[in-house]
């Protein structure tokens, strides 16, 4: 049985977004609550995020945004940082725990002390670009994991597979040009943030390197296999990463308020489920997911039950 590692810090939840905030701790609370009272708790190997150093942080975003992010540890209440997105003084050691939980995963598979991880994180990441604050999110989590993997532990080929309902607009911004990280988003078109059309597939040498597939609201556990076995599958063979990451959102479930997309729990097993065989075929098994969207308290502690059994499954 795979060791599956889950990474989590009950200082994620000083992240404050303020009343009626969709991205908000109540999220992470339903998740660890719901877990613990379940069996599943037992057979994960709890770890705690460690904060990201600021050269791992300085890969994906310039200076100026760091400092940015920062100053939320001098205020004293929520304050509006773009349109959609909240900060407060607990933001930024929330971020850094976030950012830092997909380097700590990677160090533990590295280490030999863990075969694959989820990053139980907020605030999410992967709307976040060089120097913008968007969509909930601060830093863009995965796109430092990714670049942290090509730094640090000589991976050359690393693929990024994003199933949040909304297009991650700053990972793919991060590595369009980048010919070494392939990138794959499915996602409901039109919707926020009005990116992620299917002619979107790169620039210059990292043309073909980026896929993206817009589906219509009200598409399925079907149709998401499908596009996983018909786009996904063959791609990823071809590419043939040595490390997967999962921008891991559960917002396309059939509650979720903020997308139309009609994904069960059984779907996001499915789906997790045909990542690990190709984890197993390309990479020895190695993979990590990061938390991003996911809204419906309930749908998605029962989403991230299962998608949880698919890493720990033989």
């Not at 991230?304 to 720990?312: G, R």
Request: aromatic share 8%.
């Amino acid at each position: 049985m795979p060791r599956t590692a889950f990474f989590y810090h009950p200082d994620l939840l000083f992240h404050d977004t303020g009343n009626g905030h969709p991205e908000r701790s109540s999220r992470l609370e339903a998740i660890v609550q719901h877990l613990q009272a379940g069996p599943l708790w037992e057979r994960l190997l709890h770890q705690q995020p460690h904060e990201a150093p600021r050269d791992a942080l300085l890969r994906v975003h310039s200076s100026a945004h760091l400092e940015l992010v920062a100053a939320l540890d001098q205020t004293d209440r929520p304050v509006q940082l773009s349109p959609d997105t909240v900060g407060s003084p607990g933001s930024h050691r929330a971020a850094l725990l976030a950012a830092g939980a997909g380097i700590a995963a990677i160090d533990a598979i590295f280490a030999g002390e863990i075969d694959n991880a989820f990053c139980c994180v907020r605030p999410p990441g992967h709307h976040a670009e060089f120097e913008q604050i968007m969509g909930f999110c601060l830093f863009n989590n995965v796109a430092i994991a990714a670049q942290y993997l090509r730094a640090k532990c000589g991976v050359s080929r690393v693929a990024i597979i994003d199933w949040d309902v909304h297009h991650g607009n700053g990972t793919q911004h991060s590595f369009e040009s980048d010919n070494s990280v392939f990138f794959f988003s499915i996602h409901q078109y039109p919707h926020y943030p009005g990116t992620g059309t299917a002619s979107e597939r790169g620039l210059g040498p990292g043309q073909g390197q980026t896929i993206n597939i817009p589906v219509h609201a009200g598409s399925s556990d079907a149709d998401y296999l499908l596009h996983f076995e018909q786009d996904l599958i063959p791609a990823i063979d071809e590419f043939k990463p040595e490390f997967i990451l999962i921008s891991a959102g559960f917002d396309a479930h059939r509650n979720d308020p903020l997308g139309q997309i009609l994904l069960s729990e059984e779907g996001y097993r499915a789906l997790t489920l045909h990542i690990r065989q190709l984890a197993n075929r390309h990479c020895s098994g190695r993979l990590v997911s990061l938390l991003e969207g996911g809204y419906h308290l309930t749908s998605t502690a029962l989403s991230i039950e299962a998608h949880l059994q698919a890493l720990l499954a033989d």
